[in-house]
């Protein structure tokens, strides 16, 4: 943690909001989108992955900037269509779709879908057939490449994740045209957070040739082709965003190579983006509720921990989080103020569990209960990848930002609401799918 003096308009902010809080400012979001398009082949469709933050003020910003929505939930579709998404700018990503998902999704007016198995292909197709439309599918292809190093690796290996290429290459008649659905194109995201821009250009490189190869044999209809993503983002920690400046060049060059109809919108290529697009937006305000001695280590206790960031914290995987100290002002709120720190701590908080760590060994100033501490880039996957429900505390204030004034304040609730019982099912198992691989 670095000391800082000043930032008197994050004091101004916990006092008008409290804490814990989170801080997003839209100047950023508009930044980023237009630094990734910059990286990005032109003309190509940005899709903005809602699961990186799913707040509609963040949501209608990123369509106001041109963004198209990746969505793979009912949730995210309604925030979608709440920020102001047509139905027909979003694709439905992810495994184990059910029916009554894809049913929504298309009653919405979605009609293009990543189908992730041939099971998933055939009841995005039965379900649409039932709604007398029909649905466009990229299968989403699990290349054979494994060789990127990543924060997250989706495919290059076994996975829930896609089709394995050998099984399209092999058995195209699984994803033939059938009632209420016909294959329009290939989707490939392999890797998420990749740790440079060679990795990114390599991946997307390789996405190409075998979308051309799977083109001429066994002759999928390539009319679209996403070829995904793996932008990073620093997380919880100090930084910016990564500079992409040889991508563009590195993936039209493979684009030209392999598929020359490309700046014709033949295919039309696509991106996707959660991280980049929103994560150096956020902040966490948070307050040091006490700091202590057990033993030869010192634990400042916060107002918020992985409740509000890092469920991936409880997975341990979380990188070392960095924050800005911001001196309490009033000492007499703090009776307790002299309990004071420099040196390193481990930074946790107040959730009864000893996963409750945001940084173990933190470099601290001086720090004292009252203080606040700023947590910067967690825009993305921060509140939305925490344990919300854990300890059943309030959830943290979500406070959106336009040049630096609130623009948009609001808290996120749990509320337990009742359920109506579903009828029960005649005739036993339901069999409304056939083939596997
Ligand atoms: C299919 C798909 N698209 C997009 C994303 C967004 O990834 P990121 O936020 O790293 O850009 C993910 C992340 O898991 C994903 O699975």
């Known amino acids: 943690m670095t000391g800082e003096r000043g930032l008197p308009e994050l004091r101004e902010l916990a006092d008008r909001y409290g804490t814990p809080a989170y801080l997003y400012e839209l100047d950023e979001v508009d930044a980023a989108v237009s630094g990734l398009r910059q990286a990005l082949p032109a003309p190509a469709v940005l899709y903005y992955s809602v699961k990186a933050n799913p707040h509609p003020v963040l949501v209608r910003a990123l369509r106001d900037a041109g963004c198209h929505a990746e969505i793979s939930s009912s949730g995210e579709l309604a925030a979608a269509r709440e920020a102001g998404f047509a139905g027909a700018h979003c694709l439905y990503t ?36 039932a709604a007398g439309v029909t649905a466009d599918c990229l299968v989403r292809v699990n290349t054979l490449r494994a060789k990127g190093a990543s924060g997250l690796r989706m495919s290059g290996t076994a996975t829930q994740f896609g089709v394995d290429v050998a099984v399209l290459a092999e058995h195209p008649e699984l994803f033939t045209t059938r ?7 290939l989707h490939f995201f392999s890797v998420s957070n990749a740790s440079s821009e060679a990795v990114i250009a390599e991946e997307m490189c ?16 390539l009319r679209v082709l996403d070829l995904g993503g793996g932008f990073a983002a ?4 100090e930084g910016h965003l990564p500079d992409y400046r040889r991508l563009r060049r590195r993936v039209e060059s493979g684009l030209d190579a392999h598929l020359p109809g490309w ?14 697009l929103v994560g150096s937006c956020g902040r966490l305000l948070v307050q040091v509720a006490d700091v202590k ?41 703090w009776p307790d103020r002299e309990v004071a720190v420099e040196g390193r701590a481990t930074m946790v908080g107040p959730l009864c569990t000893p996963a409750d ?11 004292a209960s009252g203080d ?39 808290r996120v609730e749990l509320r337990r609401v009742p359920i109506q019982s579903r009828a029960p099912r005649t005739g036993g198992r339901r069999h409304e799918i056939s083939g596997s691989v």
Request: glycine content about 12%; charged content about 20%.
């Open 179 to 185: 009632p209420g659905g016909r294959v329009v194109g």
């Open 234 to 237: 620093p997380y919880a920690r």
């Open 94 to 129: 992810g495994p184990g779709k059910t029916t009554e998902e894809i049913a929504r999704a298309l009653a919405a007016g979605v009609r293009r879908f990543s189908a992730e198995s041939v099971v998933d292909y055939h009841r995005i197709a039965a379900t649409a057939a």
């Open 372 to 410: 606040l501490v700023a947590i910067p880039n967690v825009g993305a996957y921060g509140l939305t990848a925490s344990l919300v429900g854990f300890l059943s505390r309030p959830v943290a204030a979500e406070v959106v930002l336009r040049g630096g004034s609130p623009v948009d304040a609001s």
């Open 263 to 276: 700046r014709a919108g033949e295919p039309a290529v696509a991106f996707e983006s959660g991280r980049y």
């Open 293 to 333: 001695r057990s033993q030869d280590r010192t634990f400042v206790v916060l107002d918020s921990g992985i409740n509000h960031l890092g469920g991936l914290s409880g997975l341990g995987r979380l990188m070392p989080v960095a924050a800005t100290v911001l001196p309490a002002t009033t000492r007499g709120a």
């Open 206 to 221: 390789a996405s190409i040739a075998t979308a051309a190869q799977l083109r001429v044999d066994p002759g999928i209809d």
């Open 357 to 367: 760590v945001l940084a173990r060994d933190a470099v601290v100033g001086a720090v």
